[in-house]
């Protein structure tokens, strides 16, 4: 397969919205891995493909929030670990299983996770006398197996970390997404150095959405510093919700 340069520009083009869109609302592959389909790769051929080129989106998203990330290493380590260990996970069972095996599972998670981020404040406040400042057993777990999604489809990937993170961190939102950002780039790592050996990977248009998806994040990542928190908790929320519907009747209606 060829692509010409009107269509290297569109996918260019939706790189930047994913970025964009991934940065600020953890949504990066609803406009990306859509674009890809529509660029003529198969599904699985445009999942792994997307996987790789939303690494750019974490490089650009860490470019753009250095200052909310700053002084949150301590906690970002054992998280991005445990999120690479589920990324790689993810990205196995993708490469070992029928590629529409989650097809009926994902719709509810990604619909669940919207709900959860919508009343996170509420449940963190609910949950205020076992919260640490690391990462304990249950958020462990629960991190890992977001890592494992986003590894093994991704979409909304950014939303169940967010979630889950907002529900068990007392910051600043611009601060708990910008550490969203990394913890779901990292569960990316893994899935994403395996698919590129597997030879499955379209790389023009890995490239083409990777590059996009740098400047897009990075515009992003500047954006969420200056926007009200509890609008763009719900406005993601609701974008997940709709995400989740749009899956769900693809899954159920065929």
Known sequence: MIIDVGRFALLLLAGTGAGLVGATAGLASLVSYPALLAAGLPPVVANMTNTVAMMGTTAGAAGGARPELAGQGRRLLPLCAITTVGGGCGGLVLLLSPANAFTVVVPWLIAG?????????????????????????????AAFLAGAYGG???????VLMLALLTTVWSQPLARTNAAKNIATGAANLVAAVVFACTGTVFWPAAIAVGLGSVAGS???????????????????GLGGLGLAAVLGWQAYAT
């Open 218 to 236: 990075w515009l992003g990542s500047v954006l969420v510093r200056y926007l009200p928190a509890t609008p763009l908790r719900i406005a993601i």
């Open 113 to 141: 996770a919207s709900v959860v981020l919508m009343a996170g404040p509420r449940l963190r406040r609910m949950a205020e006398h076992r919260e640490h400042r690391g990462i304990g057993p249950l958020t462990g777990i």
């Open 152 to 158: 093994y489809f991704g979409a909304a990937a950014g």
